[in-house]
């Protein structure tokens, strides 16, 4: 429990270790404070850069986003998946921001698909989500061209932001969603998916004081299902993602935020309330018996 041994621990055992025993301590923090977190666990891997990149890689920090301008200001979503150095591709305009001339790209097939898959994944967003949320979709080539009997990967990705209200003072909402698809034998794709989601809220009340709800839930799954062509990878990657979404979100509310009101009512003892009339029958009979006492 030392930090100074932890940080030895970190920083000379096996890289495999090294990369599981970061990732298990983000699991365990605030998600709101992931980023700052991570910072500091790469800056102590600041000796170990396969280590520092692995961890960049697997880790879940909120999700950041930038304007594309030669998409009049579309909002993308940045991450791993999309980066290159210090530049991100933008999924609208397939350009980089800072530009960089040799950044990697996806082959002219694979970015048909990826330019198809951010139209219905943005319908997706727009249904279930509405506004302040943005979706992207970023696709990767697994074999050297997308030909029949080829494989590739892909990252589905949505960001909201909670506004305001009534009982709510700001918040965050994350969808991660990386699939991979290879070919299986005769007509139909194997699609195995793995989706993250992370949320932060953060209500408001005097009686609530200085309260955060934060979480993440991630779960794998694996499919066989029929895709004749490519864009039937389209179709059956969001109906699965929906179905997973649906089912993580009543996860997240039957389990995570109910065992969290539980929790939280267990340890705080409820105020006992006096009755009013008792308070002002007490008084008024304070007030008679001072009155006896004088005319005595």
């Known amino acids: ?39 500091g666990l790469v800056e102590l891997l600041s000796n170990n850069e396969d280590a520092a990149d692995k961890l960049e890689q697997r880790a ?16 993308y979503i940045l991450c791993d998946h999309n980066r290159d150095g210090d530049s991100h591709r933008s999924p609208w305009s397939n350009t980089y921001y800072p530009p960089l001339e040799d950044g990697f790209k996806p082959s002219d097939r694979l970015r048909e698909l990826e330019a198809q898959a951010n139209e219905v994944f943005d319908a997706y967003r727009d249904l279930y989500y509405g506004k302040n949320s943005i979706s992207s979709v970023y696709l990767w080539g697994l074999d050297e061209n997308i030909e029949s009997g080829s494989s590739f990967a892909g990252c589905f990705l949505i960001k909201k932001e909670l506004e305001g209200g009534h009982c709510l003072k700001k918040g965050f909402w994350n969808s991660i969603h990386v699939v991979g698809v290879g070919n299986v034998k005769g007509e139909k794709s194997v699609y195995k998916l793995t989706s993250t989601i992370v949320f932060s809220m953060e209500p408001t009340g005097e009686s609530l004081g200085n309260t955060i709800v934060d979480g993440s839930l991630t779960r794998q799954n694996e499919k066989q299902l029929p895709a004749m062509t490519e864009s039937d990878h389209i179709s059956q990657i969001g109906k699965f993602i929906e179905e997973v979404e ?9 389990l995570h935020i109910q065992k969290t009101k539980e929790v939280v009512e267990s340890i705080r003892a409820p105020v006992r309330k006096v009755p009013t009339h008792g ?13 006896l006492n004088v005319k005595k």
């Open 279 to 291: 308070i002002h029958q007490n008084m008024i009979n304070q007030a008679m018996l001072a009155r």
């Open 60 to 75: 879940d920090p909120p999700l950041k986003d930038a304007m594309d301008p030669m998409m009049d200001g579309k909002p």
């Open 1 to 39: 429990n030392n930090p100074i041994s932890c940080a030895i621990i970190i920083m000379t055992a096996p890289q495999s270790q090294v990369v599981k025993s970061c990732l298990n301590i983000l699991r365990r923090t605030p998600p709101g404070e992931s980023e700052q977190n991570l910072d």
């Open 246 to 254: 649906i089912e993580m979100r009543s996860s997240m509310d039957s």
